[in-house]
């Protein structure tokens, strides 16, 4: 199972929005709404921050959302606050009954 | 509220086997599956498998069927993963994590590393 696509790297100001994208196929991420999405601040544990394509768990700011169209699934953190400056992955259950990450996206807030 | 609690940093010789355990607390264990999931340093996240939590049905990432064992013990809502056949390339944190379609809760992480 290959990983799902990400961009290595974003980088943009504070107060601006980002969109990061997941890309898979129609075997994990275009088959299925479990897709979801994860934060890790360095040397901490990965926090979930939507779940099922587009839920938030309790507690996790409004500023981050997520959606997905065809193959590929995206998370987008508005009003970006310097706390937001951290590494991001996808996920996604696949047809196998596995489950695929994408390769991380660092995020940072200049 | 709920905890994940691993064991220890571990340092192994090539060959060797490793078995962590992630100690669950503060939800019913029996209700969900523990994942598996690695870091290597630097890289990013490696998903390994899942175990069932009450009946040990499990999957493995195809990487890892040969050589890995994830089970749980339900008297002390403690789950395991033993990887046997250890190479440098196995040094990373391993992690465990509440759920399969996603990880609502993780451990802090068990240190491996590899060398001789």
């Known amino acids: 199972q290959s990983a799902l696509t990400q961009p290595a790297s974003i980088s943009a100001s504070p107060g601006q929005s980002i969109t990061i994208s997941c890309t898979g196929t129609?075997?994990?991420?275009?088959?299925?709404?479990?897709v979801s999405w994860y934060q890790q601040h360095p040397g901490k544990a990965p926090k979930l921050i939507i779940f099922?394509?587009?839920d938030r768990p309790s507690g996790v700011s409004h500023r981050f959302s997520g959606s997905k169209s065809g193959n590929t699934a995206s998370l987008t953190i508005s009003g970006l606050q310097p706390e937001d400056e951290a590494d991001y992955y996808c996920s996604s259950y696949t047809t196998n009954t596995t489950v695929v990450f994408g390769g991380g996206t660092k995020l940072t807030v200049l | 509220q709920v905890q994940l609690v691993q064991s220890g940093a571990e340092v192994k010789k090539p060959g060797a086997s490793v078995k962590v355990s992630c100690k669950a607390s503060g939800y019913s264990f029996n209700n969900y599956y523990i994942t598996w999931v690695r870091q290597a340093p630097g890289q990013g996240l490696e998903w390994m498998g899942w175990i069932r939590s009450y009946n040990g049905d499990k999957k493995y990432a195809q990487k890892f069927q040969d050589r890995v064992t994830m089970t749980t013990d339900t008297s002390t809502t403690t789950a395991y993963m033993e990887l046997l056949s250890l190479t440098s390339d196995d040094t990373a944190v391993y992690s465990c994590?509440?759920?399969?379609?996603?990880?609502?809760?993780w451990g802090q992480g068990t240190l491996v590393t590899v060398s001789s």
């Open positions: 099922a394509v587009g």
């Open positions: 994590a509440r759920g399969l379609n996603w990880l609502d809760s």
């Open positions: 129609s075997s994990d991420v275009g088959g299925y709404n479990y």
